[in-house]
């Protein structure tokens, strides 16, 4: 049997709601590890905002970035990663978002797994690649989160969290702002030592092998799936920075 380590860098994640910290799982997952810090390290995750929240299932975010108007923008990103399907998707860890039926194109976007969606998740489009866990009394900010009013704009902020936001609100076209979004004032790594959190236990993925008890629909049954749309204009933004 496969022995999962525990062995991780610790990153917090600052909002304005409050902030946790997550145990990165750099030795089960370490091209997605690597991957997920690349952006960390170059800020890219500053001012972006929790982007969709689905109660029972996940909070997802990294995208996009929050230039003091709305819509917030897709910011550049980098190839894809290499799926690393190693570790379940139960309550408590973070993933990589991806789009429908394409294994390996995760690149910013990330989800927290809100309840335990193993038996979907670590088998639906290859698996999800969970690359890490919420340590400590993290997930109390995380379902305060889960816990915020949702509304629907044009996707993918068709199930975005707001505060201090009403349904009124909405239908009036009142502008939405900072103060009303979940933002990500950044990521930072708090504790790169080679054993942090040596008591976690990494659940494995048995599941990886077996038929999906749920098929993935377009959007995904995706655990955060990016949609094809925003994927697109994610792609474009970069080809842009690219280019100058």
Do not use: C, W
């Not at 399907?85 to 860890?93: G, K």
Request: hydrophobic share 40%; no cysteine; net charge negative.
């Amino acid at each position: 049997m496969i022995s999962h380590h525990a062995s991780a860098t610790v990153v917090e994640v600052r909002t304005n709601v409050g902030n946790f910290q997550i145990n990165l799982f750099d030795e089960d997952t370490p091209r997605t590890v690597e991957n997920f810090l690349s952006y960390v390290n170059a800020g890219a995750y500053a001012n972006n905002v929790v982007h969709r929240s689905v109660p029972g299932f996940v909070v997802q975010m990294g995208g996009f970035q929050f230039n003091d108007s709305f819509p917030p923008d897709a910011i550049a990103t980098a190839s894809p990663v290499q799926n690393e399907p190693e570790l379940s998707n139960v309550i408590a860890t973070v993933a990589m978002a991806k789009l429908s039926n394409q294994p390996d194109s995760a690149t910013s976007q990330f989800f927290i797994n809100l309840s335990d969606n193993s038996q979907n998740l670590d088998t639906s489009n290859s698996g999800f690649s969970v690359f890490g866990q919420v340590i400590g009394d993290g997930m109390a900010v995380v379902n305060q989160i889960a816990a915020l009013d949702r509304f629907g704009f044009a996707s993918p902020f068709n199930e975005i969290p707001l505060q201090n936001y009403t349904a009124t609100d909405a239908q009036s076209g009142v502008e939405i702002t900072r103060d009303n979004v979940v933002l990500i004032t950044d990521i930072v790594v708090i504790d790169s030592a080679v054993v942090t959190n040596p008591g976690l236990n990494p659940v494995p993925n048995t599941r990886i092998d077996a038929t999906p008890t749920t098929p993935p629909s377009e959007q995904g049954s995706s655990g955060g799936s990016l949609g094809f749309a925003a994927l697109v204009m994610m792609a474009i933004v970069f080809r842009r920075k690219i280019a100058k």
